[in-house]
């Protein structure tokens, strides 16, 4: 199979015909048509095998990841997905591997009716690079920069099975095959917070989604709003199988370790009412609030400073702004 079949077989065979498409796969680049008015949101992750995923990764999951993680920082800004460039460099042509790959991608991008516009193809070690573009109205971005001091802090669903999933996986903790497969599916086939994204526009005044860790990624809106936060353990949202396994997962792996793929976000008071009345917002879980005072604050049940000892960042009470 040449490169040419292999685009005609596994890429250009799509359900989703946009109509803004005037040119998607085949020519020597795609005509897209924008919406007046609106923003274009453009964001791209790369997924080195080795680095980012283990090589013996169900190729459905893989695929479904790839683009999730895309369609995940679309929401963060209150994008609307629309496009996506698919750049894959592959060891062999592994037909039954691709169509596999295919699966999850395509499953995942009807979902949001995102449609594969163009991208390329080589040979080479295992790596997958997906670009995803979006649309927000301008002045309805949602940045990380935007936060202030006595907003609230909410971040959506549940923090940790990802940690928890990986720690299985590694052989650090043994859980029931049950719960194995509810965490399991939260590291590899992450659902990426769109419409929560869509639906904090004008509500929230900043947001991230969380792939490198609740502390990481609070952090990077802090330091860009240039505020700072406490929050509270005993607030965090974890799921069922998480909470029961918390005292050998520990908070630190549920803080720190990412690939949760919720959004953070904050909202001023006078936006909460609002807040309320979005029909996911049984989904959105108030941790904090944001303070003047530099740095995050974690306490703990009994309102004591909680000590994280693995960061891999800076943002901490004692640590000065902007020194990371
Ligand atoms: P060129 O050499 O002009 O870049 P290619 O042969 O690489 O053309 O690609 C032909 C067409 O197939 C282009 O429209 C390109 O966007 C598309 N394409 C190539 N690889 C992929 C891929 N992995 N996924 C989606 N479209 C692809
Ligand atoms: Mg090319």
Redesign the pocket.
Known sequence: MN??EL?QTF?ARQQINRADVAAG????A?LLQPPPGQLLAVTSDLLVSGVHFFPDTDPAALGHKALAVNLSDLAAMGAEPAWFL???TLPKVDAAWLEKFCRGMFGLAREYGAQ?V????SRGPLAIAIEAHGFVPAGLALRRSGAKVGDRIYVTGTLGDAALALQQRRGRLSLPKNEIASVAERLDRPTPRVREGLALRGVANSAIDVSDGLLADLGHILEMSRVGARIFLDKLPVSPVCRAHLNDLGWDAVLANGDDYELCFTVPAANIAALEKIPVADDFRHIGEIEVEAGLRILDESGKAYRPRETGHDHFAESKRGNT
């Open positions: 490169e040419f685009i890429f796969i085949g020519d020597d795609a698919l750049n894959l594969l163009g991208g390329d193809t």
